[in-house]
């Protein structure tokens, strides 16, 4: 997905987590992360926007605790969040192809735009579910969403940085995510880690469904019986058990 795509993405969610949040309780607990009241999901995203693009302008910086966030008082919190993203947009497309740090080695500032804006369209569904918006995610986001949570999971380093990404570990046990409308992903759990390709026909395990209903089931927004399972189900269970987004 190219540079342009993806900013209209993360300007599209975070325009719509805005809307999502007006007018609602700041204290409100959103159930999706049942550990944040609506405020704190409110400071994690602006907060991630400019700690990104930080990043991208001077390099690593400790990932900040959400707590810490402050999203000033709720009627400023619109102009807030999309001001977050345009710093964002702009740093990345000031950057241009100079490599910057990421948690995987150096890449392109462009991994943070989609880093973000898919962070952004997942934390859009849960200030939906919080405050009982509307939510859609466009198709094409919502598949480049599940490739790039494979992309970060199949990551050698992503053990290191969370251990219950070890447990993903297998002996070559499958897994098709199908969507509706698309070939979907062939994931395979390898003793050195998760694989993926893109299709896939058969597999030990099959999710399949509205792609968007698979990235909310893949990132334990929704439960899986939003999506049909077919074959080995401990195995989607465990996988949804140890993916948690």
Do not use: Y
């Amino acid at each position: 997905m190219d540079t342009t795509r993806l900013a209209e993405g993360l300007h599209d969610h975070t325009a719509g987590f805005a809307g999502a949040v007006t007018g609602a309780d700041p204290e409100a607990r959103v159930p999706t992360c049942p550990e944040w009241p609506l405020r704190v999901l409110v400071g994690h995203i602006g907060q991630a926007h400019r700690w990104a693009a930080g990043i991208v302008r001077s390099g690593p910086s400790p990932v900040p605790d959400p707590f810490d966030a402050d999203p000033g008082s709720p009627e400023k919190w619109s102009d807030w969040l999309l001001q977050g993203a345009a710093d964002l947009e702009d740093a990345v497309l000031a950057a241009g192809e100079t490599p910057v740090w990421t948690f995987f080695g150096p890449g392109p500032a462009r991994f943070w735009l989609r880093r973000m804006a898919h962070d952004t369209t997942v934390h859009h569904a849960d200030a939906a579910f919080a405050t009982g918006a509307a939510f859609e995610v466009a198709p094409d986001l919502a598949a480049d969403a599940i490739s790039e949570w494979l992309d970060v999971l199949s990551d050698p380093v992503t053990p290191t940085l969370n251990p219950a990404f070890a447990e993903l570990r297998g002996t070559g046990q499958t897994l098709w995510v199908a969507p509706d409308d698309g070939p979907g992903w062939l994931v395979t759990r390898t003793p050195d880690g998760v694989r993926w390709a893109p299709g896939g026909d058969a597999a030990d395990a099959t999710l399949a469904g509205p792609v968007q209903d698979l990235l909310l089931v893949l990132t334990r927004r929704l439960p899986a019986d939003r999506v049909r399972r077919t074959g080995d189900r401990a195995l989607a269970e465990h996988w949804l058990a140890h993916t948690a987004a």
